[in-house]
């Protein structure tokens, strides 16, 4: 789609513009509002007036200043203003306002004893008491692998949310599970810790949702050939007087078994890749580069999975129940 100079303009400064003439705001527009606002706030800016946002949301505004009001009053005669409603992204979901959610936002540890076996043989970590997790979500505490100073990996309990450090607060407003590794390099949020603070976090598969027309998505869960275990690729930020240390997991692009299902996947490691990132030092971005190549598609394998697995609430072997005829997604 090709945007028009002034509501490029727009969209820039903060004021994303007027409708299109049919009336309807484009999705890809909506989108790269989606991106903005996301990655500024950690919430979604939904317009108001927009038509599943005013009856879903109607009352939760948080409305504008006097000096947007004054600005809005000065905009061309024709154009439409937004109003915005800034709400936690799991209570949007809740109320079925379908916005693209977060790619790699679940995840699971489900076979303990291979887990533990595999990290043992992979970084000399020593087996621990291990609990299975068929629903791993974002704000929950995880085990994560972190190299020490000394050169020896270990296992460290952090936070699913990263929080840069120079936010001190108690309720930080930024909290991203994902990054894409294609701006780690340039981003101020991500830079440092991706240089200095990197991160493995175990798992043996992850989850994923298929969009289709309207609001219907098809949950699939996704793991290595053989079940065999393996580590995302993340960065993290140490513990404050507030809160214990955060990390995010980094996204690539997809391969040839995730492109239907969705744009992005997580960044996979195994064997020597996964030692490689877990080492002391910077790394350029050719390096980077290669951590980030998808995954191979042919040693992984995907099932599409019922209706348990969109709630947190859920975590029991029973989200892993292959997906029936009368499963319809909807985002809870």
């Not at 930024?174 to 590794?181: E, G, K, Q, V, Y």
């Not at 393996?230 to 692009?253: D, H, I, K, N, Q």
Request: proline residues 10%; glycine residues 8%; hydrophobic residues 40%.
């Amino acid at each position: 789609m090709q945007f028009d100079p002034l509501q490029l303009l727009h969209f820039i400064s903060g004021d994303f513009g007027p409708m299109s003439e049919t009336g309807e705001r484009s999705a890809m527009f909506e989108r790269l509002i989606y991106e903005r606002t996301k990655a500024v706030f950690g919430h979604f800016a939904l317009p108001f007036d927009a038509p599943t946002g005013l009856s879903a949301c109607r009352g939760m505004a948080r409305f504008p200043s006097r000096a947007a009001r004054i600005r809005d009053r000065r905009l061309p005669q024709g154009r439409q203003p937004f109003r915005f409603v800034r709400w936690p992204i799991r209570r949007l979901h809740r109320r079925g306002i379908a916005y693209p959610p977060d790619m790699c936002g679940r995840y699971r540890i489900k076979d303990t004893d291979q887990i533990t076996a595999h990290l043992l043989e992979a970084f000399g970590i020593p087996p621990w008491t291990l609990t299975a997790r068929y629903n791993v979500s974002p704000s929950q505490e995880l085990p994560v692998v972190v190299g020490g100073e000394d050169g020896r990996a270990r296992i460290a309990t952090m936070r699913w949310g990263f929080v840069p450090f120079w936010d001190e607060s108690e309720k930080p407003k930024l909290a991203p599970i994902n990054a894409r590794t294609e701006g780690a390099f340039t981003k101020p949020l991500f830079r440092q810790a991706i240089q200095q603070r990197r991160c493995l976090i175990p798992a043996d598969g992850f989850y994923e949702w298929q969009r289709f027309a309207g609001d219907r998505k098809q949950p699939f869960d996704i793991q290595l050939r053989g079940g065999h275990p393996f580590c995302f690729a993340g960065s993290y930020e140490a513990a404050t007087a507030t809160r214990p240390e955060t990390f995010l997991v980094f996204t690539t692009r997809p391969n040839s078994l995730m492109t239907p299902i969705h744009d992005r996947m997580p960044v996979i490691l195994t064997g020597d890749r996964a030692t490689a990132w877990l080492a002391p030092g910077p790394i350029t971005a050719d390096q980077l580069a290669g951590f980030a190549e998808p995954y191979p598609a042919q040693d992984m394998v995907a099932q599409a999975i019922g209706s348990l697995v969109n709630s947190p609430r859920h975590d029991s072997p029973a989200v892993l129940t292959p997906a029936g005829p009368e499963d319809e997604f909807r985002l809870e």
